[in-house]
């Protein structure tokens, strides 16, 4: 069972950058799918990014063309660059990988808040 933990979050204020990362721990790696997701107080825990290759990645449509999802699989992690960041960025962000029908537990997540 892989295990994740998320880093990076923090204070930014609106129109700020922030990057998280995401990284995990066994052999398996390479094999999942993972995905950052986020939720905010009072609402439900929402898809941001997924990535399994370089070539195969995809958003909401809230965050296209502002977020963007990596990974460095020797460093087995997963990245998720925010810029032109919004109030309404601010959550808890978690990332997840599931492969084959199978999912990794959640990671302890990390705050992102954007506020002036």
């Known amino acids: 069972q892989m295990q994740l933990v998320e880093s990076g979050g923090g204070l930014v204020q609106p129109g700020g950058s922030l990057r998280l990362s995401c990284t995990g721990s066994?052999?398996?790696?390479?094999?999942?799918?993972m995905r950052w997701y986020r939720q905010a107080p009072g609402k439900e825990r929402e898809l941001v990014a997924s990535i399994f290759n370089r070539h195969s990645t995809s958003y909401a449509d809230s965050v296209k063309g502002r977020f963007t999802i990596s990974r460095d699989d020797p460093k087995k992690t997963v990245y998720l660059e925010m810029n032109s960041l919004r109030p309404e960025d601010t959550a808890v962000y978690y990332c997840?990988?599931?492969?084959?029908?199978?999912?990794?537990?959640w990671g302890p997540g990390t705050q992102v808040t954007v506020s002036s």
């Open positions: 997840r990988g599931d492969r084959s029908g199978v999912t990794t537990n």
């Open positions: 066994g052999i398996y790696f390479t094999l999942y799918t």
